[in-house]
């Protein structure tokens, strides 16, 4: 039996990219589109009625920008599973890593082929990550300067640190299971733990604390 396909919503100011956006989901059974708004403040309004799994989100946009509205949307009880992509032109250091730390699953260029922005989706919502290339490295770099920071005091036991490290690395909780012979559910403990012990509340905050304090 087929999935049904995967909900999609679209944050983005720019009229010709977003119904470029919008065609893309409709050309594949995969997707559906439901719902695609210029701002920020829209998509918010709407949240509980299109009940969005993956949101595209633009991270400039007016009266509301992406990475506030990312940390709204992960403010929100009801909505902090949904997982989101933001889109961008930007490459600066500062807003890679505002993105993540808001809880942001991805991180793409705008100027990312089609194909690449599907399977992003589809990644991050089986719980993996996406970044485009270039922002790939701008991580490498954050990673770099991270070493100048002076780390937290934080202790993780082997299963805890194996845990957190194929959260870093992007797998989903299977893949982690798979990986280190766990059951999901005993994935997801260590998960809950580690989410307390680096006092975080969602995936992208606890991988940018570790790279941070040089947990993994």
Do not use: W
């Amino acid at each position: 039996m087929k999935n049904a396909p995967l909900r999609v919503a679209i944050a983005e100011d720019n009229h010709s990219y977003r119904e470029g956006l919008v065609f893309m989901l409709q050309l594949s059974d995969d997707f559906e589109c439901v719902g695609n708004y210029s701002s920020g403040a829209d998509l918010l309004r709407d949240l509980p009625h299109i009940q969005p799994q993956v949101i595209l989100m633009d991270i400039e946009m007016p009266h509301m920008d992406g990475i506030t509205c990312t940390q709204k949307i992960k403010a929100l009880p009801a909505f902090q599973h949904v997982h989101i992509v933001i889109l961008s032109i930007l490459e600066e250091n500062d807003k890679v890593l505002e993105a993540i730390v808001s809880g942001a699953s991805g991180y793409l260029l705008k100027g990312e082929k089609p194909e690449n922005i599907l399977i992003a989706l589809q990644q991050v919502y089986n719980g993996g990550s996406f970044m485009s290339a270039n922002i790939a490295r701008k991580v490498l770099s954050l990673i770099r300067l991270s070493h100048q920071i002076p780390a937290e005091k934080i202790e993780l036991n082997e299963r805890e640190t194996q845990v957190l490290n194929g959260l870093v690395e992007g797998l989903s909780y299977k893949m982690i299971g798979d990986k280190y012979a766990m059951a999901i559910d005993t994935v997801r403990g260590y998960i809950k733990r580690i989410y307390e012990k680096l006092q975080v509340h969602s995936r992208s905050e606890a991988v940018a604390k570790a790279l941070k304090n040089k947990l993994v």
